[in-house]
């Protein structure tokens, strides 16, 4: 069965400096791999995926995120964090179930506390 | 930007009630997802639905729920009998079939309080 793992329940960073937020996965198969952010009282926004190609992975508002198959991670990343970052964050990933069918599975959500 | 309307954005029912919660996926979508939230935490994933049928449900999905799309726009999930561990927030979210373009498009969520 697929899953995914997000170590920390929340991370805290100063405004300016980088940030990381880890995710592991499992997976039968090329992975396809996601992150979601989740603003307070909203839906779930896409960031970026890992499909194939180059291991890192460039996404909106500045994120990107790092491929490494041989520690199955995706790890989020962010040179210079911003108060506005502040959210939830989802690590989640596509494999297919045993009918064949595609499936998503997200990871428990990681807070994101930027602090000023 | 396309998106899925969820509505209502907040339903309260009492215990034991039928809800219905409706989505309007993306127009040329064909795959469809229902996902609950509860207390901002963990999204938990539900139920997928393709040409016509469920084609996989977690859990969670027991007796209790189902879904439909009953007019080839609409995307409902239909819980019969709520209790009050069935409060949460639920998202539904949609996608187009090529492989390349794999994003979930979410709504912004509907959430119920069961009372």
């Known amino acids: 069965a697929q899953s995914v793992a997000q170590p920390e329940d929340q991370v805290n960073v100063a405004e300016g400096n980088p940030l990381t937020v880890k995710c592991t996965y499992s997976?039968?198969?090329?992975?396809?791999l996601f992150w979601y952010v989740q603003y307070p009282n909203r839906g779930l926004q896409f960031l970026l995926k890992?499909?194939?190609?180059?291991?890192l992975v460039k996404g909106s508002y500045g994120f990107e995120a790092e491929f490494n198959k041989s520690q199955t991670s995706f790890h989020l990343k962010k040179p210079s964090a911003l108060v506005s970052d502040s959210a939830l964050y989802f690590c989640?990933?596509?494999?297919?179930?045993?009918?064949?069918?595609?499936?998503?599975?997200f990871g428990t959500g990681t807070k994101l506390q930027v602090i000023p | 930007e396309p998106e899925v309307t969820q509505t209502p954005s907040h339903q309260v029912t009492q215990m034991g009630q039928e809800v219905i919660l409706r989505c309007v996926p993306i127009?040329?979508?064909?795959?469809f997802y229902w996902y609950r939230q509860i207390l901002g935490q963990k999204v938990e994933f539900l139920v997928s639905?393709?040409?016509?049928?469920?084609?996989?449900k977690s859990e969670i999905f027991d007796d209790q729920f189902s879904v439909e799309r009953p007019d080839g726009s609409n995307f409902t999930l239909k819980i019969r009998s709520t209790k009050l561990e069935d409060s949460a927030m639920y998202f539904c979210?949609?996608?187009?079939?090529?492989?390349?373009?794999?994003?979930?498009?979410f709504g912004s969520g509907t959430q119920l309080s069961v009372l």
């Open positions: 890992y499909i194939t190609g180059d291991n």
């Open positions: 639905f393709y040409n016509n049928e469920i084609s996989e």
């Open positions: 989640a990933v596509r494999g297919l179930n045993s009918g064949g069918y595609q499936k998503v599975t």
């Open positions: 997976v039968s198969g090329n992975p396809y």
């Open positions: 127009s040329n979508h064909l795959y």
């Open positions: 979210a949609s996608r187009v079939t090529e492989f390349n373009n794999e994003k979930l498009f």
